[in-house]
């Protein structure tokens, strides 16, 4: 048997089968495992653009009923959710017993069934924090807990995340803060913002100033749509740009907002609406500016490193993993992560839009 074969299988949890933010980072930790040291198999609940990834790069997965969590719910809604996440730990129990999996690596807090199976198989449990449960507190405070308990270590991606998710148990010894990274030599800066846009079919000359990331409620886009409207009316010509699509039924309903926002304001002729785009680095080069609006303290950031890693100035919200993702230790200085409403609404400035 070869050291491939007897290298320890690590079994990742995920809960969805998008490829957003935390399925990005999972599709590139399952698929750079050293191979002599470990082996990767990866569980989410249904077929999606994450099990094509992961099996294009090699990665198993297997598709098992895992139970969940909303990002938002009712607390009259806790109860069966609860009940999904305990019945979901069954197949992974059986999977760990009959694959001989060495461990469980729970890569969100949004699922609880991969804590409950490795309790119930007693193989260590891992969670990585990527994202955090929205009010109400009693629950989010809660589920924090409970994965507290259940879990051998957590993995934080960021020290605001870590404060935001765990309170006083943030520096608990067995919590680590490891940041989100990607792979440099995918996001490489060569192409300027011009060429970039000609390559897409966009207009060339206007500055275009842009938002990467899922339609949903808590990234921003509200702010940053009257945020655009201060600015055009202090610098038309300036072009706006949203790249990224709604993922669930409750966040079409917000697409549909955010463009009767946009027509009630009367932007339609300044903001571009492009949609989801894989791979997202053309997106990212034809931008002049990275706007990063989340009206809640994003975990980590990725997109922030991503536009970073391509050259491209990011205007942040100054709450959450942007501050550390925008900081560097050279000298011990602080990056640039702003206040979005004083930053991208400011008139006369003409740095805070280049």
Request: proline letters at 7%; one cysteine or more.
């Amino acid at each position: 048997m070869g050291d491939a074969q007897r290298a320890p299988l690590i079994l990742y949890v995920n809960p969805d089968a998008g490829i957003y933010g935390s399925g990005v980072c999972l599709l590139e930790l399952a698929s750079h495992l050293p191979p002599d040291r470990y082996r990767a198999l990866v569980a989410l609940p249904t077929e999606g653009p994450l099990s094509h990834a992961l099996r294009a790069r090699g990665v198993p997965v297997v598709i098992l009923p895992l139970g969940g969590l909303r990002r938002t719910f009712r607390p009259d809604q806790v109860a069966s959710i609860m009940w999904g996440n305990v019945t979901g730990r069954r197949g992974l129990v059986r999977l760990v017993r009959e694959r001989s999996v060495a461990a469980i690596h729970t890569n969100n807090t949004h699922i609880l069934s991969g804590a409950f199976a490795a309790r119930r198989a007693q193989v260590p449990h891992i969670t990585h924090v990527r994202e955090n449960i929205l009010p109400p507190r009693v629950v989010s405070t809660g589920i924090a807990s409970l994965l507290f308990g259940l879990s051998d270590r957590l993995i934080v991606v960021s020290r605001g995340a870590a404060v935001e998710f765990l309170g006083e148990r943030a520096s608990h010894s067995k919590v680590r803060v490891i940041h989100d990274g990607i792979d440099i030599s995918a996001f490489r800066g060569d192409a300027q913002p011009r060429e970039a846009r000609s390559s897409l079919g966009w207009e060339m000359e206007p500055l275009h100033v842009g938002v990467v990331a899922r339609l949903t409620p808590w990234k921003g886009h509200e702010v940053f749509l009257r945020a655009a409207l201060r600015i055009v009316t202090a610098r038309p010509g300036v072009r706006f740009v949203i790249v990224g699509d709604a993922d669930t039924p409750r966040n079409e309903s917000y697409k549909r907002r955010l463009h009767a926002l946009c027509r009630d304001l009367g932007l339609d002729d300044s903001v571009q609406w492009v949609g989801f785009m894989d791979p997202v680095q053309p997106a990212i080069a034809a931008l002049d500016v990275i706007v990063v609006p989340s009206v809640r303290p994003e975990p980590f950031g990725l997109g922030v490193v991503e536009a970073m890693a391509m050259g491209r100035p990011v205007v942040a919200a100054n709450h959450g993993g942007p501050p550390e993702a925008t900081s560097y230790s050279g000298n011990g200085q602080e990056g640039s992560a702003v206040t979005v409403r004083h930053r991208v609404a400011c008139q006369r400035r003409d740095r805070c839009v280049r």
